[in-house]
C-alpha cells in the first residue's frame, strides 16, 4: 500500500473503530448530542430545503445553543442570522452545512480552521460529477487530515438524534408534530430513505433513537458513525439502508462490535439486478460490486439481509429473539394458523428460502390431543377444526413454543385478529415470554392487534412478504466470521500475470495437486522424451495471453512425438494469426487428465470486501446460471463442504442418480488451501480452471491455473 | 370419456358457461341477489360461526326474505326459527348450510328435493377426509344433477354481494359498521382469505361488488361463478386467490370471456415452493400440480398473476390501463423520481423480473431541458437536483407520458408525499390522464396522498414489492391463447405405452426426423445387414421398459457385426439380471447420431390444464435447475422460438461465446409439430429425448422417443 494509493482510494484506508475511548465518546457527542450547533447556509424560508434545519431544531425543543448563518440577512425565520462561523462567540460542535457545493467546500475549510469538532454537508456535486468533483473532495479529505475534524456526507441529508433532539436535516420528513424516539439506530446511504424509515416506523410504532445519512462518505463511513454509538445503551439495534459496499471494511468492524455486544443488525442493500447497480453507481459515483459479493460479505458479518421495505422496519424485533445461528444450526419452523391459505403465503415464500416448515412430532400431536385440541398430522397445525377460542390457541401455542422439533414458531390469524383478537391474538401476547422466538402474522388488516403485539414486543408482520423474508433473514443469521484476514491487501489493476507454470507452483505451495507438466522452447524441432505417456495436452506458455484457447492455443488429445511438433506449429501458426503482437517462446506439455467432474476454483481481492474465494462448476451453463459459490476468505474445511453444496452443477458430483462420487474432501481441502491466498499479500487474483474432481479417495488435479500479482 | 370418468372426475367434464342466457342470470340471481334466503342451522349465538349470517344479513340490511332454520328453537338472535325447509311458506332462491357435516348433506338433498335454485355448504368433512368424505361428496353430486340445482362448497365461507347486501358468509371478517361497495369481484378457494381481501381492501378504498368463498367446488366451480357475473355491469374486474389449478377449462374459459369484455383478472397463486403445494393438497383434498404449469396456464388465460398480497389487493387499476399484449410488444417502462434510494427499490425487483428500465432518450432530454428541468443523462429522470416542485413534476410527467420510448411511466416520490403533497402528488394526478399508464410509489408513509391518487384512479402502492410486482404482471398479461385443443382430451393413468419403434413412427406422422432404426429378433445369431453404415447404437425395444437405460438395456458406438451380437447378449444379460420378469423379444439398431447440443421435447395432457408442451436442454443439470419451458398445446411457431428462449440451458445453441449456432428453426418446427398432438386425442404423452439438434441447416433428429396412448 503506498501513499499514493492513501490519496487516491481512502476506501482501503484502515481506520481505527473508536468505541468507548474518550476520541470516540467525543465524536458521538459532537455527532448526537452537540452543546452547540451551527447552520451554515440558513434560510430565511422554512418551506425550502436550507430553511428546514432550524425550523426543525425549534420545532422539536433542541435543548443547545443554535447558531443559524447567513451572510446576507439579519436574521432567519426571526432569529438573529450571523453573518460566518468565524464572527460566533464559540465554536459549535457540530457545524451543517446546506450552502451550494462550492461555498459548502468554503465553509468546510473554515470549520478546520476554527477547530470544529463534525461538519456535515448537504451538497452534492462531488464523486458522482466527475473530475471537478472528485477535486472538491480532495479538498473536504485534505481538511479532515490536516485538522483532525471529522465530516459526514457530502450530499448528506443530515444527523438526527431523537432523544437530543439534534435535528441537523433537511429532510423533509421530519416535518412532523410528533416523532416517537425508540432504540433503534438507523443509517442509509440514501438520504430520502431515513424520511421513509421514520415515517413508516411512525405508523407501525417503530421509533428511532437517530437517523443518519451518510451521502458519499468521503470522511466518516457508514460503519464508522454507527460504531460510535455501540455502547449507547439506548440503542438495541442497528437498521441500515445500503447502496454499495462502499467502506466494507468499517462496515464489518462495525459488525463484529456490535454482535458481541448483543446488538442485531437488519440490512437492506439496493443492486439484486445489474440495472439497480447502474443506478447506483449514476447517483452515488461509487463502484457497484456484484450482488452475490456483497450477501455473503453481510452474512459474515452476521447482518441479517432483507429484500423487503416492510421487512426492514418489521423485523428487528424478530432478530433480537433468534439467537445468531452456529455452522449446521437448523431452521425448523412450526407453523400454527386459524387460516390455513393466509399461512401457505408465508410458507410459501419461506419454503423458497430454504427454511424447513417442520411438522408437529406424534408426541406434540400428543400433547395436542391430550389438550383436547383436534388437528389433522399435517405440515402445520391447523386450528381451523378446532375452532379460534383463546384456550385452543393459547394451549397449542404452550405446547409449540416446549415442543423441541422447532426452532421458531410463527402464528398466523385469520379473521378473527380483526373481528375477536381477544380470542386469537391475546393468547399469541399471553405465550410469547417462552425461551423460542415467536413471531405472529395477521391476514386480514388489524391495525389494533398489530399494535398490541407490537407494545408487547412480539415480532408481528403485516405482509406474508415481509414475514418472510424476516423469518428467512433472521434464521439465516450467523455468528460473524472473525477477521483474520490481511486486511490492509487491497488488489490494484493491472498487477503482473504468471504464466501457468508459476501459477501451478504457488498452487503446488499451497498444497494443491496440479498435472505434470513439461515447458518446451516453441522452436523445438525434434521431439524431446517426456516424463509421462502420451496422449498429452500442449498449451501456449505466456503470462500476457489468458485466453489461450480463444487464440487457438490449446491442442488437445496430442498421440505421440510427431503429433507434438504438428501441435507446437500449430499454436505458432493460430498465435501468429490471431495476436500477432504475442510472441510464442515457450509451450506447456501435460498428459490428459481425466475426472468425474470439472471444477472452476478462484481467489481474488474484492475492491469492497477484501479476499474472496469462490467455486463453480465448469463449463458454460455455470457462467449463464451464475452458479457460484462465494465466502471471504479463509475459509476452514466445514465451510468449504457448504460452498460445494451451495453449487447446484456440482450435485452429480454427490452421487445424484447413481453417478459415482467425485473426491469432495480433496476438492474441500483444495479451496481451504486456495483461501490460504488471503495471508499471502502478493496475490491480487488466482483461477484454476480445470480442477479436476476425481472418483472418492483419488484426489483432485489442477490443470490449469493463472495468478495475478498485487501491483 | 366415458359415463364411467364423469361421475369420478367431475372436473374433467366440460361444463357450459352461461353468459348472458336466461340459465346464467337465473343462476347469477339466485347466487348474488335472491329475493329469498334460508340459513339452515343458524345459531342464537351471534358470537359462534353458525350464528354470523343472520347477524350480518340484518346488520347490512338486506332486503329480501330470511328464513333462519333450527329446529331445537323457536327463535334465533331475536326473530321467529323455522323447524325446517319444508315448513317454510315458500322455496327460497338461496340456501346457506351452517350445520355440521352430515346433517349439511341431509340438508342439501331436501334443498334439491324443494327446488331451491343455490344451496351453498358451510361445513368440512368431504374430499380431504378420504373415502367416507368422497362418499359424501358423490352425494352431492348426486343431488346436483337429479334436480338441476347447483351447489357451492362445501367449506364453503359464504357468497357475498355488498350490493344486495346478500351476506351469506360466516366470516368473522364481515363483522363491521360499514363495508363500502365496489366493482371488484373477488373468489377465493380460501374461505379466510375473502375476509383478508376485505378488510385490506376497505384500508386501502378498494371496495368489492362481491365476494365468493369458493370451498372444495364439489359442483360450481371458481371459474363457472365468477362466468356468471361476466355480464354485470357493475364489475369492472376480478381479484382471485388460488389455491389449486382444479377445474382449469372453466377458469380459462371465464378468463377468455373476461377479456372479450375488457374486464382484466388479476390472480395470487399459491404452490410456489412444494411445502405449499403440500399443504395445498392437505387442507383441501386437491391434488395440486407443479408451479410453473400453473404459470403457463394464466399467462395463456390472460390473467395477470402476482406474487404479494399487497399487488394482488392494489393491482386491478393498472391492469385495467394496461393494455393487453400481443406477442413481441415492449415493456419499457419510464421511472421519474425525487428519491434515487427509493426508485431504485422499485426497479432492482422490475429488473429481476426482466422489465426494461429504460433511460429517456436524447429528444426527450432535450425537451426536459426545454422546460427548464435539469437532469442528468441516466437510467431514470431524477429530480433531486432540479427540485421537488408541482410544475417540474407536472412537466416531466408530460413530457415522459408523451415520449415514444416508454410503454408504462412510474413516479417514485420521496418525503415530500407526506410533507408537502401538493408540489410532488398532485401533478401526478393532473397527468394521469394521458393515453400512457402511470403509477406511483411513495417512499414515506403517506396514507393521504395514496388515498387521493386512489380517489383519482391513479394506480398507487405502499411498497416497492407490490409496485414492482404488479408492473410486471400487468406489463407481462397477454392477450389470451384461443381454446383450439381438443378440450375434452383428459389422460387417464397408466394408458398403454408405445415402443420406441411405434413411438418413433408417431413422430415420423407428426413431421419430426427420427434417426434411422432397424429392429432385430433379440434371438438373432448371426449379423444381419445393416441400412447405414457403423458405428451404430443397440437398444432394448419395448413397451413395458420405459428407462432401459437404468437396467443396462443400451449399448452404444458398437463397431462392427460382431460387437452387434455382443451388444445384444450383454442386453439381455442385464435385463435377465437387473429385471428378469421383463421379456428381450427385440432390440432396435440406429447409426451414432451427434449434433451440437440435445434437447428434450415434452408432450403431456395435463390433469388440471389439458394438453402442454415442454421443451428443456438434455442432461442432468436441467433437471437440478428445472431450466424447462411449457406452453399449452398447440402452439405456432413464433412461440415456440419464444419457449426455446426461455431455456436457459439452449443459449449455447444461439451461438453464445463464438460456438457453432444450432439448427434452431427446426428445432422450433419440431416443437409445434409434437404440440400438435393436442388434436390427436388418442395420444396422453409423449418424450422425446434426445432429440439433437444440428448446426444450422441441418436439422434435428430425434435419437429417442416413447409415447403413452390414453386408457
Not at 386469537?424 to 425461551?435: E, L, Y
Request: neutral net charge; aromatic residues 4%.
Amino acid at each position: 500500500m503506498t501513499a499514493d494509493n492513501l490519496t487516491r482510494d481512502p476506501a482501503s484506508q484502515p481506520r481505527p473503530v473508536p468505541s468507548g475511548s474518550p476520541a470516540n465518546l467525543a465524536l458521538c457527542q459532537a455527532l448526537f448530542s452537540p452543546r452547540c450547533v451551527a447552520i451554515v447556509g440558513q434560510s430565511d424560508d422554512a418551506g425550502k430545503t436550507a430553511g428546514r434545519p432550524l425550523k426543525f431544531l425549534r420545532q422539536m425543543g433542541y435543548a443547545g445553543r443554535v447558531y443559524p448563518i447567513n451572510s446576507r440577512r439579519e436574521s432567519v425565520l426571526g432569529e438573529r442570522a450571523w453573518p460566518s462561523l468565524a464572527a460566533l462567540p464559540e465554536t459549535p460542535d457540530h457545524v451543517y452545512i446546506v450552502t451550494p457545493t462550492e461555498a459548502a467546500v468554503e465553509a468546510v475549510e473554515e470549520c478546520g480552521r476554527l477547530g470544529v469538532k463534525v461538519a456535515t454537508v448537504l451538497a452534492d456535486g462531488f464523486a458522482e460529477t466527475g473530475g471537478e468533483g472528485l477535486a472538491r473532495e480532495r479538498r473536504l479529505r485534505d481538511v479532515c487530515a490536516r485538522t483532525g475534524m471529522r465530516l459526514v456526507g457530502p450530499s448528506s441529508l443530515g444527523v438526527v438524534d431523537l432523544r437530543t433532539r439534534a435535528m441537523l436535516t433537511a429532510n423533509a420528513a421530519f416535518d412532523e408534530p410528533e416523532l416517537p424516539a425508540g432504540r433503534i439506530f438507523a443509517a442509509s446511504h440514501s438520504g430520502s430513505l431515513i424520511g421513509a424509515l421514520l415515517s413508516r416506523g411512525k405508523a407501525r410504532g417503530v421509533g428511532f433513537a437517530g437517523l443518519v445519512s451518510v451521502g458519499n462518505e468521503v470522511d466518516l463511513s457508514l460503519g464508522e458513525i454507527c460504531a460510535t454509538t455501540l455502547d449507547d445503551p439506548g440503542i438495541d439495534g442497528y437498521m441500515l439502508f445500503l447502496e454499495t459496499m462502499r467502506h466494507a471494511e468499517t462496515l464489518r468492524r462495525f459488525a463484529l462490535a456490535a454482535a458481541e455486544r448483543g446488538k442485531p443488525i437488519i440490512a437492506y442493500k439496493l443492486g439484486r439486478s445489474a440495472a439497480a447497480r447502474e443506478l447506483a453507481v449514476s447517483h452515488t459515483g461509487a463502484l457497484a460490486g456484484e450482488d452475490d459479493v456483497a450477501d455473503v460479505f453481510l452474512r459474515a458479518c452476521g447482518i441479517a439481509r432483507v429484500n423487503t421495505l416492510d421487512g426492514l422496519i418489521e423485523g428487528l424485533p424478530l432478530l433480537s429473539r433468534v439467537p445468531l445461528a452456529t455452522r449446521g444450526s437448523r431452521k425448523r419452523v412450526g407453523v400454527v394458523t386459524t387460516t390455513a391459505g393466509g399461512a401457505t403465503m408465508v410458507v410459501d415464500p419461506l419454503a423458497g428460502r430454504g427454511v424447513t416448515i417442520e411438522p408437529a412430532s406424534a408426541a406434540t400431536l400428543a400433547q395436542l390431543a391430550g389438550a383436547g385440541i383436534e388437528v389433522k398430522p399435517a405440515r402445520m397445525v391447523d386450528l381451523t377444526i378446532a375452532g379460534a377460542r383463546y384456550q385452543t390457541m393459547k394451549s397449542t401455542l404452550d405446547i409449540l413454543l416446549a415442543a423441541p422439533e422447532f426452532d421458531l414458531v410463527l402464528a398466523v390469524v385469520g379473521s378473527s385478529a380483526r373481528a375477536q383478537p381477544d380470542m386469537t391474538v391475546r393468547p399469541i401476547i399471553d405465550s410469547a415470554g417462552a425461551g423460542k422466538p415467536l413471531a405472529a402474522f395477521l391476514a386480514p388488516d388489524a391495525p389494533e392487534a398489530l399494535a398490541a403485539l407490537s407494545r408487547a414486543g412480539v415480532p408481528n408482520f403485516r405482509t406474508p412478504e415481509a414475514c418472510a423474508d424476516a423469518i428467512a433473514a433472521a434464521l439465516a443469521r450467523r455468528t460473524p466470521q472473525p477477521i483474520v484476514a490481511r486486511s490492509a491487501t487491497r488488489a490494484g489493476n493491472g498487477g503482473p500475470m504468471l504464466d501457468e507454470l508459476a501459477a501451478g507452483a504457488l498452487l503446488e505451495r499451497l498444497g494443491i495437486a496440479r498435472a505434470p507438466a513439461v515447458a518446451l522452447d516453441a522452436a523445438v524441432t525434434r521431439t524431446p522424451p517426456l516424463p509421462f505417456p502420451y496422449p498429452v495436452a500442449v498449451k501456449l506458455l505466456s503470462a500476457e495471453i489468458a485466453h489461450k484457447s480463444d487464440i487457438g492455443g490449446v491442442v488437445l488429445g496430442v498421440a505421440d512425438g510427431a503429433a507434438l511438433l504438428a501441435a507446437i506449429a500449430t499454436i505458432r501458426a493460430n498465435v501468429a494469426e490471431r495476436m500477432p503482437e504475442a510472441r510464442v517462446a515457450r509451450v506447456l506439455v501435460q498428459p490428459m487428465v481425466s475426472g468425474l467432474g470439472e471444477v472452476l476454483l478462484g481467489y481474488r481481492v474484492d475492491r469492497d470486501v477484501g479476499p474472496l474465494v469462490m467455486v463453480a462448476a465448469g463449463g458454460v451453463l455455470t457462467e449463464i446460471e451464475r452458479d457460484r459459490s462465494l465466502r471471504l476468505a479463509p475459509i476452514d474445511v466445514a465451510a468449504a463442504h457448504e460452498m460445494i453444496a451451495e453449487v447446484r452443477g456440482l450435485i452429480p458430483l454427490t452421487g445424484y442418480r447413481g453417478k459415482s462420487k467425485g473426491d469432495l474432501a480433496a476438492l474441500a481441502d483444495a479451496i481451504v488451501a486456495l483461501s490460504r491466498l488471503a495471508d499471502d499479500s502478493s496475490v491480487a487474483e488466482a483461477e484454476i480452471n480445470p480442477l479436476m474432481v476425481r472418483p472418492a479417495g483419488e484426489g483432485v488435479v489442477a490443470v490449469d491455473a493463472v495468478a495475478r500479482l498485487v501491483m
